[in-house]
């Protein structure tokens, strides 16, 4: 065992310093500038699978005078459980860390650049791409020192695969909303509009639909929401939305004492609810109003389970014979 500590620190002082760093400062994080990622085969980056997310980036700290051309490091991504892979032009963090490479004989281990995080340089979930970060158009083609913004920002453009899920018809950049937070909130948000929220009722914070207004459900009780929305804006003062379960493109809502407001997405017109449900045709009767636990004003037949009521409660439809009780320790049954 103290031959391999001896070996590992042997390993560590033949690492090369940057300029006048001591050996263990160069293991610490700082910027990266993408210059490109690798997606696929297709890129000149790839040998192996594991290539598939790897990055070229401009070290930040270090290499901020350097011609991009000449910029030559590259990083895997650090967790890939949870990735957020970047787009050329946006900033991530980088760490250095001890990983397999491959070698002409095997597989070893090596001090290597991993990266992780996207910088919100433009508090833009969707897309932050930067044609300048920490440096300026001189170092990024020294044979052409005159690039004007736009000229360095359609290089990054150029090795983006899919512009268009990241601009609008007038070729503005989306920013996709994301969710409005609510004290204490645990929020993953996706770049395209995909959200979780693990949070809980607040009896003062009015933004969420399950929240105040002499509204059901106790403070502090846990909610739990998965949705996604293709609503976007071009501007940040509008890039937040509390999220609504009518307007939402998909939803699914994991409650405990709340009271979600819900419509049907369906026309009593088909012959299929008649069929299978026992409903009355009325081709003149649509569907209209919330479903709630209390009330079916549209006289489907939903199986609701209300978690603020005991657990044996009869649930029937309104207006219908249909009903079923169920007891202490049984599951519902249904055939919706």
Known sequence: MSSFFTGLSEYLQQSTPTGDLDKLQQYKTFPGHVLAVCMGEGSPMYETGRD????????????????????????????????????????VIIYRAFGEVTSPN????????????????????????????????????????????????????????DL??????????????????????????GRFGQSIRMGSTSAVDTNNEWNGDGKPGVAGDGIMV???????TITEKDMYTSGLADTDDAAIYLCTS????????CTKEMKSWGASYGLVDNAADQVGG???????????WQKVVDSTKPIDTVYQSVGGSS??????????????
């Open 226 to 232: 998965l949705r996604v929305d293709r609503d976007n």
């Open 258 to 265: 709340q009271n979600i407001p819900l419509l049907l997405a």
């Open 52 to 91: 598939i997310g790897k990055i070229k980036f401009r070290d930040l700290a270090r290499e901020y005078n350097k011609d991009e051309d000449l910029c030559t490091k590259v990083a895997y991504p650090l967790d890939r459980s949870i990735a957020r892979y970047p787009y050329p032009g946006e900033e």
């Open 323 to 336: 009903q079923q009780v169920i007891q202490p320790n049984q599951a519902p049954t249904t055939n919706l």
């Open 164 to 189: 268009n899920s990241v601009r609008d018809g007038a070729n503005k950049t989306k920013i996709y909303k994301q969710l409005r937070p609510q004290e204490g909130d645990f929020v993953l948000q």
């Open 290 to 300: 919330a479903l709630t636990t209390n009330q079916d004003t549209s006289q489907l």
């Open 106 to 161: 095997a597989l070893t281990l090596s001090n290597i650049f991993y990266y992780t995080f996207v910088v919100s340089t433009h508090h833009n979930v969707t897309y932050n791409q930067n044609p300048f970060i920490g440096t300026d158009s001189l170092h990024v083609n020294s044979a052409n020192p005159f690039i004007s913004y736009d000229v360095a920002k359609r290089r990054f453009e150029k090795v983006t695969k």
